[in-house]
C-alpha cells in the first residue's frame, strides 16, 4: 500500500469500487481512515455498491433523478445576465456519520445558538456585551442587520431565534467548525428532506434495513412549536415567500404543503390594529404566526428598506404591539456576520462559565474533509461542507437528525456552494441502536382537528387563471388539429373552409403556419406559471402532468410540419392536456381552490365556444364548417346519437348551445358556473343574492329558455359580453 494509492490492499469489487479513491494527504476524509480501510459504518454500504454492476448503478441514481425532475425540484442558479432554473444536481452517495459524533456535534450546536440568543437579547436591550468589550462597538453601529427600529421591542415569543441553520467543516485536525451561522432566514431544510426521499430511491433496499435516523419527527416538533405558539384563536401560520423567482421557492413551496402551513407572499398581508391579516376569498383573516423567508430588511418599505415590494408595510409596528410572532424574529440576522463568530468564545465563557464547544474558522481557504461520490461509475473524494438545521421546541432546542452536505470539487478549497454548481447529498446518522423512524403523521400533542383552510385571494386568482389557460390552450389546439386534419385531406391550404378557419384561428394569435403557435406556447407557459404560484397547492401528479405537457409543447414546437405530422403531434398535446384535466377532476380536492380552478375553465370554455358557434353557424360559414365546430366541440358520436340527419344549423346549436347534458356546451357551463358561485363565500340559500350570483343566474335563464332560430350572431354576442362580465363581476368580489 502507498499513500497515493490507499485502497491498494483491498480485494475484489470492492478495490474496484474504491480504485479512484485517493484522499489529498493532510486532509481528513469521511470514509477511509489514516490506514486507507473503510471506517466502520461505511462498511456494509460500501460492500453491497460494491457487489452492483455499473449497469445496476446507473439504473439506480437515474432512478433518484428522475424522482427529482418528475416533483419539478430545482435551485435557481443565477449569472451574470440571467437567472436559470437548474435541475436539483444530486451526488447519489450519501454522507455517513455515527450517531455519537453527530450527538457531540448537536450539543456544541445547541450551546451555540443558546449563546446567539443572548448576544440578539442584549444586541435590542441595552449593548452591554459591547460596554464590557466584548462585541466592538463597530460591529455592531456598522451592521446593516442590526436593525434600530427594533430596539427595545421585545419578541412576542419571549425568542429570537426559532429556527437555525449552520455551515459547518471539518478542518485538517479532524475537528468540526463552523463556517457560517444562518439566523436570518436559513433555507436548506426542505431541500434535505427531498435529497433524503431521492437518495432512498437510489438505494431502497439498503436504506430500510439500515439504522438511519429519519427526519419527519424534527419537522413534526417544530410543527407543533408553531402551533403551541399560535393558541387558539382561530388564526393561522404562514410561510411569507419573496416568490416564485426566489432561488429557493420550491423548499418555501413544498415545506409549506409538508406541514400545512399557508404560503404567502407581501402582496397577500395587510395591517389591521397591529394584527396581521391575509387577504382572501372570505376577507381579511388573522395570522398570528409567519415564518419568513424574506430577510428582516425587505420585509417592511416603511420603517426598513423603503425600495422593497416584497415586504409588508407595517410589518415592524405589529412585531412592537405583539401582534404576530416573526420565525426569526426581526433582526436576527445581525450575528450573522462573520466578526461575531471570533467573539462568541469570551461571551460563551462570561455568560455561561464554560467553553465554546464549536468555535468558528476565521479563515476563508482552510481545507475541508472531502466524501465519497460517484464519478465516471467508481468513488472518488469531494470537498464537504454541512449544513445542519435546529429547531427550538417548548422542551428545549432539537436538532435534525441529518441534514444535507455540499460536495464541492476535491481540488478546491473554498467553501462548496449550489451557486458554483456543486452538488448535494444526503446525510445519513448511523445508529447503533433503534434508529428514530416515526413519520409526520402522528402527533401526541395535536389531535386530529379539522379546520376552514385559508384561501388567500391571489392564489384564487392563479387557480382561476390557470383553468383559462389551460382551456384556451385545449380550444385553439382543437381548432389546428381540425386544420391540419382537412389539409392532409385535401393537400391544398387554398379551400374555402381553410381559409375560414385559418381567419378564426388569427383572432387567437394562432396563425397554423406556424406549426405549434405563439398563442398556444404561450397559454400552456402561462397555465404553468400560474401554477408555479400556488405550487404549495398542487399535487405531484398534477404538477408532473402539466410540467410534461409544457416540455412536450416546447420540444415539438420547432420541429412540426403541416398536415399528417401537425395532426398527430396535436393529438399528443390534446391528451396530456386531459390527461391533466382528469386528476383535477378525480383528484384534486375540491375546496375553494377546486372552484375556482373548475371555474375558470368553465368560464373559458363557455366563450370560447359562444364565439365559436357566432363564427362557425353564422350565415357566411362555409360547406363544411358545421362539422368543424362538432368536432372541436369533441361531440360528433353526441351528434351522431341524438339525431339521425346529417349537421345543420338546428342540430349543431341545440347540441353545443343548449344541450345541459353535454359537457361541451354554452348551457353545461354556464350551470357549472353558478354551481359554483352558489358555494362560494357570501352566497347561500339564506344570503342575499350578489351581483355575481344573481348576473350568472339571469344567463343561465336566458340560455336555458333560448331557442335555436333566435341565437343569430347579436344574441351571441350578447351573451360573449355577458360571460365577460361574469369575469369581471368575480374578479371584484373575490381576486382583489
Known amino acids: 500500500m502507498t499513500a497515493s494509492d490507499p485502497a491498494a490492499h483491498l480485494a475484489g469489487p470492492l478495490a474496484s469500487l474504491l480504485r479512484d479513491y485517493r484522499p489529498q494527504p493532510g486532509v481528513p476524509d469521511e470514509m477511509m481512515d489514516g490506514q486507507g480501510n473503510p471506517r466502520p459504518i461505511w462498511r456494509d454500504l460500501l460492500g453491497r455498491i460494491a457487489l452492483m454492476d455499473g449497469n445496476e448503478r446507473s439504473a439506480r441514481m437515474e432512478r433518484g ?115 457560517a451561522d444562518r439566523t436570518q432566514a436559513p433555507s436548506g431544510a426542505g431541500f434535505a428532506l427531498e435529497t433524503r426521499i431521492a437518495t432512498s430511491r437510489v438505494f431502497p433496499d439498503i436504506f430500510s434495513r439500515t439504522q438511519v435516523h429519519r427526519l419527519a419527527g424534527f419537522f413534526r416538533a417544530f410543527r407543533d412549536a ?14 411569507l415567500t419573496p416568490g416564485r423567482h426566489d432561488e429557493a421557492y420550491f423548499e418555501h413551496a413544498y415545506i409549506a404543503r409538508y ?44 420603517e426598513l428598506d423603503e425600495t422593497s415590494r416584497i415586504g409588508l408595510p407595517g410589518l415592524v409596528g405589529a412585531v412592537r404591539r405583539h401582534g404576530v410572532t416573526t420565525v426569526n424574529a426581526l433582526g436576527s440576522g445581525a450575528v450573522e456576520a462573520p ?83 456543486e452538488a448535494a447529498a444526503d446525510v445519513w446518522i448511523m445508529s447503533h441502536g433503534h434508529a428514530d423512524k416515526q413519520t409526520l403523521i402522528a402527533s401526541s400533542t395535536v389531535g386530529a382537528q379539522r379546520t376552514t383552510p385559508y384561501l388567500p385571494s391571489r392564489a384564487a386568482e392563479n387557480l382561476f387563471w390557470l383553468g383559462r389557460y389551460i382551456e384556451r390552450a385545449e380550444f385553439v389546439i382543437r381548432l389546428l388539429r381540425a386544420w391540419h386534419v382537412r389539409l392532409m385531406e385535401t393537400g391544398t391550404r387554398e379551400s374555402e373552409l381553410l381559409q375560414y378557419l385559418a381567419t378564426f384561428l388569427a383572432g387567437y394569435g394562432s396563425g397554423p403556419d406556424q406549426g405549434i403557435p405563439e398563442g398556444v406556447s404561450s397559454s400552456i407557459r402561462s397555465a404553468l406559471g400560474s401554477a408555479a404560484r400556488v405550487r404549495e397547492r398542487f399535487s405531484v401528479d398534477g404538477w408532473m402532468a402539466l410540467a410534461d405537457l409544457e416540455r412536450t409543447m416546447r420540444d415539438i414546437a420547432p420541429r412540426i410540419r403541416p398536415g399528417a405530422d401537425a395532426a398527430h403531434m396535436t393529438g399528443v398535446l390534446l391528451r396530456k392536456i386531459n390527461g391533466f384535466s382528469g386528476l383535477v377532476h378525480e383528484n384534486m380536492y375540491q375546496s375553494m381552490g377546486w372552484r375556482f380552478l373548475s371555474m375558470g375553465r368553465a368560464l373559458e370554455r363557455g366563450l370560447f365556444m359562444v364565439d365559436a358557434l357566432a363564427w362557425f353557424a353564422g350565415p357566411d360559414a362555409p360547406e363544411g364548417a358545421l362539422d368543424v365546430l362538432v368536432e372541436v366541440g369533441d361531440s360528433v358520436m353526441s351528434h351522431r346519437r341524438r339525431f339521425s340527419v346529417a349537421t345543420n344549423r338546428d342540430t349543431v346549436l341545440d347540441l353545443l348551445a343548449l344541450d345541459q347534458l353535454n359537457p361541451r356546451s354554452v348551457l353545461f357551463q354556464l350551470r357549472q358556473l353558478y354551481t359554483h358561485i352558489d358555494a362560494l363565500p357570501g352566497s347561500g340559500p339564506d344570503a342575499p343574492l350578489t351581483h355575481l350570483e344573481r348576473a350568472a343566474m339571469l ?23 355577458r360571460i365577460r362580465s361574469l369575469s369581471d363581476l368575480l374578479t371584484a368580489a373575490y381576486l382583489k
Open 65 to 179: 433523478d428522475l424522482y427529482l425532475r418528475e416533483t419539478g425540484m430545482f435551485h435557481r442558479q443565477y449569472g451574470a445576465t440571467e437567472a436559470v432554473e437548474r435541475d436539483w444536481p444530486l451526488s447519489h452517495m450519501p454522507v455517513l456519520m455515527d450517531e455519537a459524533e453527530w450527538q457531540g456535534i448537536a450539543t456544541g450546536l445547541i450551546q451555540r445558538v443558546e449563546v446567539l440568543e443572548a448576544v440578539l437579547a442584549d444586541l435590542y436591550d441595552g449593548n452591554r456585551l459591547a460596554a464590557q468589550g466584548l462585541i466592538p462597538p463597530a460591529l455592531v453601529a456598522g451592521n446593516p442587520e442590526w436593525l434600530r427600529p427594533l430596539v427595545g421591542a421585545k419578541p412576542r415569543s419571549g425568542h429570537f431565534l426559532h429556527f437555525v441553520a449552520f455551515d459547518l467543516g471539518r478542518a485538517a485536525n479532524g475537528a468540526w467548525q463552523v463556517l
Open 226 to 239: 408553531l402551533q403551541a405558539e399560535r393558541g387558539n384563536d382561530g388564526s393561522r401560520i404562514a410561510i
Open 259 to 302: 406541514l400545512g402551513f399557508l404560503l404567502v407572499e407581501g402582496e397577500d398581508l395587510t395591517i389591521r390594529d397591529g394584527q396581521v391579516m391575509v387577504r382572501t376569498i372570505s376577507g381579511l383573516q388573522p395570522v398570528s404566526v409567519l415564518w419568513r423567508r424574506i430577510d428582516a430588511a425587505w420585509i417592511d418599505p416603511l
Open 339 to 421: 466578526g461575531f463568530s471570533a467573539c462568541l468564545p469570551g461571551i460563551c465563557e462570561t455568560l455561561r462559565g464554560e467553553d465554546l464547544l464549536l468555535r468558528g474558522d476565521p479563515s476563508d481557504d482552510a481545507p475541508l474533509s472531502t466524501t465519497p461520490a460517484f464519478s465516471g461509475g467508481h468513488l472518488v473524494p469531494r470537498r464537504l461542507a454541512l449544513r445542519m438545521f435546529l429547531a427550538r421546541t417548548p422542551q428545549g432546542w432539537t436538532v435534525m437528525p441529518g441534514g444535507f452536505a455540499r460536495i464541492g470539487d476535491a481540488g478546491d478549497s473554498a467553501f462548496p456552494a449550489m451557486q458554483h454548481g
Open 699 to 721: 344567463l343561465h335563464a336566458d340560455v336555458a329558455t333560448s331557442e335555436t332560430g333566435s341565437l343569430d350572431g347579436a344574441r351571441l354576442a350578447d351573451f360573449a359580453a
